[in-house]
């Protein structure tokens, strides 16, 4: 406050202080004074444009320029009022496009002409529009036809296009001095379906620890069997049986499904072994289950395309306009995208000669996934109009509106401004009007005016809730699909063993019998099945192991029961009661008698008694199903 009122009191004692702006320097230029030819009605349009640069220089340069510059500008003002111009443009919507109406005339419309009928206001003169007869700018080596050539041959005054301003073309025009924009090209292309596309199952982790997962996952099983073998060697401990390597395997492979095995270790180490391998996989299944939600729920929306460099890696077909920036920024050697030029030898770039955006949007990017390449007024236009098209079709669900998704990065930037030919002093006039429309504002305005000012399908949609689609899940029936096929492979292989087994187990034992070596001796197990076996015995069973194989022994061959004790030759004697029987083959023997057998009935079973050469009686069944079936429904 006091300083307030000290200020106060300051400015009223000042009232008495001598004017500061009494005494003018002598040599100061005053404007305005004798100035007939701007009057202070006319708005923006005086000579103080020329003084934003004498801003910056010592005012005694200024003044020179100044003075030389007022005369020049005065004249030019009264020499361009009721000139006729003949104005070139190029078909650039919405920069620049033009209508040829009715009655054969051609006028122009878009920012440029806005900027031209403000320029035609404030000078007072008129102008008629003309295009080149191809829609290109042009280019020393691409001249005929162009925009280029109208202006170089100075058939027109003044090229009123968003012009990117290439080092070529600046030997045959004068490029306005004020840059009207920056020009960004974008790249659009199909919206990917989703930033997780199919890899969601293998997100969380990177390349390298799956592969290591992976090798641990074989690693660890014979590493634990090789300890677990080196420990018993060691102590000699005869509780903490060894398993198998089979079911170390396995055990490592259900631990890391977290599905837990029925090995239960005794010994302390064996212990220490397998819980370690516990604690690795709830980490690591953790971090996995923990990873793939935040990766599920928040990962970010990413396009397939970003760069310039991602185009030329992944050799992606594009398509831009013929004739304009990027084709000569890729075609001009030292121009920042000729490292794109080995993509229009290898056809992977297009150059479209259609104007319409629409049409080239859905004959190249929705039919043929190209990339379209266009600078951003343009594309925002045209997706806007797209999405208003696509609102009428199917009112609500957000994803069928936005099926194109813009790059962030730029593919190129050029400054862009009006053409002039070489000499012309239309520049002079123009430039400092268009300084004053670009610095106010006034063409970026321009150029999004019929755009909304919300983004239009931004990158990211959100607000819509991630439901996992089939595509997510393709990796798991993938796995499926791979289980089962090769579970059915290993199927059939085993069945195709347990066939060849079965048949050479048959025919050794018909000849020998179970148990022993085709010379007729038992078989002796290996050193190391004996190991086993004495360990076993230590313990009873091994766990899960199948064991039939080892203690419990088959059943003698149906031969060897009728041949304990008799050294003579058992088939003869088979035969012969069968070679004199009543009805052979068919076991009908009741009632029969024959030679040496007689038919008994024992326990209520037939039977046919022979007698040994050596005096003992043999019993053969016969037809013993039957007897029991009569004894059975006799005796009820
Ligand atoms: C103003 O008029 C005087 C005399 O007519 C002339 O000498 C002077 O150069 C003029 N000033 C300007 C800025 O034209
Ligand atoms: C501007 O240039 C034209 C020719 O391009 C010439 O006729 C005219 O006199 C020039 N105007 C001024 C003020 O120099
Ligand atoms: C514009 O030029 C025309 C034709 O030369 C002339 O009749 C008219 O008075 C001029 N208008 C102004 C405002 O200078
Ligand atoms: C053509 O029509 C437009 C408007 O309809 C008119 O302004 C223009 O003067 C006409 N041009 C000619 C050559 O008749
Ligand atoms: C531009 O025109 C001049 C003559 O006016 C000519 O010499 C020159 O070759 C032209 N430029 C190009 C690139 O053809
Ligand atoms: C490109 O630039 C290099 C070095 O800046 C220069 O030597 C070469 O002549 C240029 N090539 C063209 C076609 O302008
Ligand atoms: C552009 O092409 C689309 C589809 O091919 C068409 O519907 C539209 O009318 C065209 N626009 C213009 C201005 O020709």
Redesign the pocket.
Known sequence: MATGIELLVAAALCAACPPLNEQLPTNLLQLGQNDSLYPATEGPIDVEATDAEPVAHPPEDSLANIISKNPKLRAMHDWIGGKHLRIATLEDFPLSYTQLLENGTRIGLGVSFQIINFLKKKFNFTYEVVVPQDNIIGSPSDYDRSLIEMVNSSTVDLAAAFIPSLADQRSSVFYSTTSLDEGEWIMVMQRPRESASGSGLLAPFEFWVWILILVSLLAVGPIIYMLIILRNRLTGDGQQTPYSLGHCAWFVYGALMKQGSTLSPIADSTRLLFATWWIFITILTSFYTANLTAFLTLSKFTLPYNTVNDILTKNKHFVSMRGGGVEYAIRTTNESLSMLNRMIQNNYAVFSDET?D??NL?NYVEKNGYVFVRDRPAIQVMLYRDYLYRKTVSFSDEKVHCPFAMAKEPFLKKIRTFAYPIGSNLSLLFDPELLKLVESGIVKHLSSSELPSAEICPQDLGGTERQLRNGDLMMTYYIMLAGFATALVVFTTELLFRYVNSRQEANKWARHGVGRTPNGQSVAPSRWLRGWRRLNSGHGQLLGASTHGQNVTPPPPYQSIFNGGSHGDPLNRWRRPLAHGNAIGNGVLLGGDSEGGVRRLINGRDYMVFRNPNGQSQLVPVRSPSAALFQYSYTE
Request: aromatic share 24%; glycine share 0%; proline share 0%.
């Open positions: 319409n629409t049409y859905q």
